[in-house]
T-cell receptor
Framework: NAGVTQTPKFQVLKTGQSMTLQCAQD?????MSWYRQDPGMGLRLIHY???????DQGEVPNGYNVSRSTTEDFPLRLLSAAPSQTSVYFC?????????????????FGPGTRLTVL | KQEVTQIPAALSVPEGENLVLNCSFT??????LQWFRQDPGKGLTSLLL?????REQTSGRLNASLDKSSGRSTLYIAASQPGDSATYLC???????????FGTGTRLKVLA
């Protein structure tokens, strides 16, 4: 299993540009999510999905869009990049409900995308 | 609103010491709590997950406990090693939601 993969690893954008951060998982997890990590603020949830076709907002959704057309993929779109969106972005996935084994629904994280908006 | 706090923000200990990292949360209605490790410039690695019905979980030199009534979890690291140096984060999934809430982490340095 490749686990959770993210592309690109690094990206520099100019203010106003748009882009899509890619996230994929091969573990057949129902739950996928996007976080941003900023110094001193920890990880904050942007959007999440509990299955194909179902998405919802997290703590800091403004300026970001998501869709989930397949179980495996959960792309994050920046519509018009702003310097405030400079951050490290992480994608994560997990099973939703409890199952065999106490750690059945633990979250697995991708390696992150470091985004700079000038 | 659920809030998660980790104190201290940073900790330095000599190699071999047993240590405890703390995670506090304000609402005891949680589905589970997960501990992670993050190395500089890297993603998060899952260490232990405790379901709301459990009191503790163990993996090797790590032991995590959960006391929902007091809103606390502790991560115990036995016989610390320089390779344990990293930032340790806890995350809570409140009951009835899918929105995990993270603490800001404890940055641990184990000195050789």
């Amino acid at each position: 299993n490749a686990g959770v993969t993210q592309t690109p690893k690094f990206q520099v954008l100019k203010t106003g540009q748009s882009m899509t951060l890619q996230c994929a998982q091969d573990m057949n997890h129902e739950y996928m999510s996007w976080y941003r990590q900023d110094p001193g603020m920890g990880l904050r949830l942007i959007h999440y999905s509990v299955g194909a076709g179902i998405t919802d907002q997290g703590e800091v959704p403004n300026g970001y869009n998501v869709s989930r057309s397949t179980t495996e993929d959960f792309p994050l779109r920046l519509l018009s990049a702003a310097p405030s969106q400079t951050s490290v972005y992480f994608c994560a996935s997990s099973y939703l409900t409890s199952g065999p084994g106490s750690s059945y629904n633990e979250q697995f994280f991708g390696p992150g995308t470091r985004l700079t908006v000038l | 609103k659920q809030e998660v706090t980790q104190i201290p923000a940073a900790l330095s200990v000599p190699e071999g010491e047993n240590l405890v990292l703390n995670c506090s949360f304000t609402d005891s209605a949680i589905y589970n709590l997960q501990w992670f490790r993050q190395d500089p410039g890297k993603g998060l690695t899952s260490l232990l997950l405790i379901q709301s019905s459990q009191r503790e979980q163990t993996s090797g030199r790590l032991n995590a406990s959960l006391d929902k009534s007091s809103g606390r979890s502790t991560l115990y690291i036995a016989a610390s090693q320089p390779g344990d140096s990293a930032t340790y984060l806890c995350a809570v999934r409140p009951s009835g939601t899918y929105k995990y809430i993270f603490g800001t982490g404890t940055r641990l340095k184990v000195l050789a």
